[in-house]
């Protein structure tokens, strides 16, 4: 979970580096580093623990110039945060390289190197790379030899960019199960771990697969598969401009991504709904082939991504009549398994990177009838690998804390419930359909409730602990809330079924104790008023978010915020955006970094 940006050039590439690292910070912010060779050959290196803006301060206070160069944005894995620890690693006089991934035999390999007379400087796995290749350039007569030899000896997922000041005009960089792009400029060529870091400086770039190297100079790039036999990849045009990540009038990203939502969503339906049903074709050409054969859906995803699985099983189950199982990715991964037949894998992942749902991914989809993939970045592996796609169409989102890119993967579930529905003969209200037009006007409603949940937000400064209740479909966005909340303000938070009280959380409720309901108008909503009477005779202060049509009223120890009336089916896409208001005005008041909460990262390329 680490941002990498290479860069050879005419031009000094110093500030192309640093802009690429700071459009990375998502990807990890604990250290960071830059090397490069100065115009007269000469290597340099710079590294800070902390954030891009330090670096940044270490560079002006340091001034260099180069044609050449690499930069890292580091998410500590092995090693603790420190300038020690930072990328790039060298080793020798001439070689450096940076890292993003895990290098699993990274200790046979420590011992085996310093058997041979290395000395290491860091806690990281990542510098028995830095030695192999110094102990390849031994025999090999050029920088892609060494790599071509030292990659049968790494195991893990990982991405590598190697300068080696012997090559002044050459980036050799490795894709091996984690991401790395190559930018193509009119006066240089660029690699970065995501094409976001170079859309300032370029539209047109070629996506490595896994196994390939990239040896790039300024005017041009060979790209080799790890037999060494050389591959063809078309570039690509992004239509995509570098103001489309800036904060705006926003004080942070999450907040303007918040506000993204009503067109996020508007986006992720457009084109996808006609008058009747959806069609199976929106999600690929053999959907009409291969949706009418599913008997049960199988869904892998981690964190946000997965409790947008949990609604869906509720969907797939009461809509489309088809049994759903939902599990965490890296469970899934690691344990003995039953794939029943005509079973179809669904992976969710924003990205399309995430390391565990990749692999899982990749391990099940052989014994499956077939593969969607529902994401929001269309050059990502996840959305290469799968036999169907549903692109989410969120956009860019920059905060770790993931909203829309939350509410457009309920969208897009919700959709391919419907067409799976429509393939397997299942009757749908068109009432429901034509409500889905409506979901952007409703959450711009929703969001109208901001100024109501920034005051409320005060009484949850003092708190240590916060509990989440919810029933059904609406269980699944209490978990959410909850993993926001911790995610961004560091208050613990618990989501737990509502009917489950009973059954032992309520034993932590006292008058200290903040209990955030979710109450729509359905079929659950009376036995959850018993459940909000529970909490109330044990003196709990409860905030509920209520349909009007609800009927749930102010008290002492009450308070109720109303929501839009909506379909109950379609309600948890709304009633999670108030959860992201709280988290959000509740980090602003505890003063916490709301974009890039403490010991986490956004997208997420280990184990």
């Known amino acids: 979970m680490c941002g990498i940006v290479g860069a050879v050039a005419r031009r000094d590439i110093v500030p192309v580096l640093l802009t690429g690292l700071q459009r990375l910070e998502y990807r990890g912010y604990d250290s960071a580093g830059i090397a490069g060779l100065t115009p007269d050959g000469d290597l340099f290196r710079m590294r800070v623990a902390g954030k891009v803006a330090a670096l940044a301060d ?14 890292h944005t580091r998410w500590a894995t092995h090693g603790k945060p420190t300038e020690h620890n930072a990328h790039p690693h060298q080793s020798g006089q001439d070689l450096v390289l940076v890292h993003n991934g895990i290098i699993e035999n990274h200790e046979s390999l420590h011992e085996m190197l310093s058997a041979k007379g290395y000395r290491f400087e860091t806690e990281t796995d990542t510098e028995v790379v830095a030695h192999l290749l110094h102990e390849a350039l031994r025999t090999e007569t050029s920088l892609l030899a060494a790599v071509q030899q030292v990659m049968p000896q790494l195991q893990g997922s990982y991405a590598l960019v190697v300068l080696n000041a012997k090559e002044p005009t050459r980036l050799v960089g490795v894709c091996q199960g984690n991401p790395l792009v190559v930018g193509l400029g009119n006066d240089g060529n660029f690699l970065a771990s995501d094409s976001l870091a ?12 896994p196994g390939d190297i990239v040896d790039m100079g300024i005017e041009s790039y060979a790209i080799y598969d790890n037999h060494g036999h050389l591959q063809q990849r078309a570039p690509r045009f992004i239509d995509m401009t570098h103001d489309s990540v800036n904060k705006g009038n926003y004080r942070h990203y999450m907040q303007k991504e918040i506000f993204e939502q009503v067109a996020a969503i508007q986006a992720t339906l457009e084109g996808r709904i006609g ?34 699985g949990l609604v869906a099983k509720y969907w797939l189950e009461s809509i489309a009549k088809v049994s759903c199982a939902v599990e965490v990715a890296s469970e899934y991964r690691y344990r003995d398994k039953v794939i029943e037949p005509n079973t179809l894998l669904v992976a969710i992942s924003q990205s399309g990177e995430t390391a565990d749902t990749l692999s899982a991914f990749r391990q099940a989809k052989a014994e499956c009838l077939g593969t969607l993939a529902i994401c929001n ?37 919700f959709l391919f419930t419907l067409a799976l529905a429509h393939a397997k003969q299942r009757a749908v209200p068109a009432a429901l359909i034509e409500e889905l037009g409506q979901l952007p006007g409703l959450i711009e409603q929703t969001l109208n409730l901001d100024t109501a949940i920034a005051a409320i937000a005060n009484r949850f400064v003092g708190l240590e602990h916060t509990l989440f209740l919810g029933r059904g479909l609406e269980l699944p966005i209490a978990y959410e809330g909850s993993l926001k909340l911790k995610e961004i303000s560091y208050i613990h938070a618990e989501a737990y079924p509502a009917g489950e009280l009973k059954h032992g959380p309520l034993a932590l409720v006292d008058r200290d104790m903040m209990i955030v309901v979710l109450a729509p108008y359905d079929e659950l909503l009376e036995k959850l008023k018993s459940n909000i009477q529970e909490v109330k005779a044990r003196g709990g202060q409860i905030l509920v978010f209520a349909d009007a049509k609800a009927n749930i009223q102010n008290e002492p120890g009450v308070t109720v915020l109303t929501m839009p009336n909506i379909h109950a089916i379609l309600a948890p896409i709304i009633y999670a955006i108030p959860l992201q208001l709280l988290a959000y005005h509740v980090a602003v008041l505890k003063g916490t970094d709301v974009d890039q909460p403490r010991n986490l990262a956004k997208s997420v390329t280990v184990e």
């Open 275 to 308: 008058s009747h049903h959806i069609l199976p074709a929106v999600l690929g050409a053999e959907a009409e082939t291969l949706l009418p054969k599913v008997d049960k859906v199988q869904i892998v995803a981690c964190g946000t991504s997965y409790h947008a």
């Open 198 to 209: 170079l859309l300032p400086f370029t539209q047109t770039f070629v996506f490595l697969k």
């Open 377 to 413: 970045v269309p050059e990502s592996a996840l959305v290469r690998e799968a036999d169907l796609v549903f692109m989410t169409r969120a956009g860019v989102e920059i905060g770790v804390a993931s909203t829309k890119a939350f509410t457009t993967q309920l969208c897009a579930l």
């Open 58 to 71: 270490s560079v002006a206070a340091q001034p260099v110039t180069a044609h050449i160069g690499i930069a």
